[in-house]
């Protein structure tokens, strides 16, 4: 790679980091490249010589939407071949993952695209205070007026992901054991696991069983029954919204984004426990979920670059 303007075989794309970067990749970066506009926490785009480059977004909606059309409009890069890989943690559900789980999504489903009432002031037959923006009760569908209320990622590309990634051998540890344990089935009390499902956005850091149904229900409208959202997070819609964009400006390939998500807490009570008791715990989970999010996210983006001349015409069969 030379110059300012890049071929960028495969960008991996992060949400936030730890803030000390592993050191083995360290050792492989070849050139940071500042982008004027990103996160001041996060100036550079780091790339290797083969063509995979990293960078961070920051945390929630502004910033991911901000930093990914910055880069985009950069001209700093050629990303007309690029393959995405959007990568960081999430609330878990704790019917469909556990503590370090790692979860592939379909569809990128916009949590606070809704109208919204106090829980306190709803009809007594509301079962939720979450109603479709246009509807007159929840569970009533209405148009979608935004345009980004629910993203469908390539199939094909999700399916390879997680056929390369199904066995990767995932990180554990003592205090999530431990913690896992309040959850009474599989896989919440499981150990982690590689899975497909879906991921919902939200840069309201929303918590327990209540607003989890109401979410379940509001991932299943908006894609006719279609979603089975298991994390949670503040991005990810938001950064789709930037590269959906960038590739109707003929910049970019939108079938080439993946989502990877990994549970660094669950979102909702374990047995015994109250909402704010689950959403204040310590459940150990940290640290899996980013060691995690680095096993999975690394092989599947290794894999790319390792057999680029594979992947570049698109998913190989």
Request: hydrophobic share 40%.
């Amino acid at each position: 790679m030379s110059g300012l303007r890049t071929a960028a075989r495969s960008f991996r794309c992060r949400q936030t980091a730890p803030p000390d970067r592993p050191r083995h990749l360290n050792s492989v970066i070849a050139q940071k490249v500042a982008v004027p506009g990103l996160s001041k926490t996060f100036p550079d785009v780091s790339c290797t010589d083969a063509g995979l480059c990293l960078m961070t977004t920051s945390m929630g909606y502004a910033n991911a939407a901000s930093s990914v059309s910055v880069l985009i409009y950069s001209n700093r890069f050629d990303l007309s071949r690029t393959y995405f890989l959007i990568a960081r943690i999430a609330g878990v559900d704790p019917v469909d993952g556990t503590l370090g789980s790692a979860h592939w999504a379909r569809f990128a489903v916009d949590g606070g695209l809704q109208n919204v009432i106090d829980a306190r002031e709803i009809p007594s037959d509301w079962s939720t205070g979450y109603v479709a923006i246009g509807a007159g009760r929840p569970g009533e569908k209405a148009e979608l007026r935004y345009g980004s209320e629910v993203y469908r990622l390539n199939e094909e590309l999700l399916q390879k992901a997680y056929s390369l990634t199904k066995d990767v051998e995932l990180a554990d540890g003592d205090a999530a054991k431990a913690y896992r344990s309040r959850y009474t089935a599989a896989p919440a009390n499981a150990a982690p696991r590689v899975s497909i499902c879906d991921t919902i956005s939200m840069d309201t850091w929303w918590h327990g069983t209540k607003l989890g149904t109401a979410m379940e229900a509001w991932a299943r409208l908006i894609t006719n029954g279609e979603a089975n959202y298991c994390t949670t997070q503040q991005e990810d819609n938001a950064t789709l919204t930037a590269l959906r964009r960038g590739a109707d400006a003929n910049l970019l390939n939108f079938d080439r984004v993946a989502i990877l998500r990994t549970a660094s807490n669950f979102d909702r009570e374990g047995s015994g426990q109250t909402p704010v008791e689950s959403l204040t715990a310590k459940s150990g989970g940290y640290i899996p979920s980013v060691t995690n999010a680095h096993r999975v996210g690394g092989k599947f983006a290794h894999t790319i670059v390792a057999d680029w001349q594979n992947w570049s015409a698109g998913v190989p069969k």
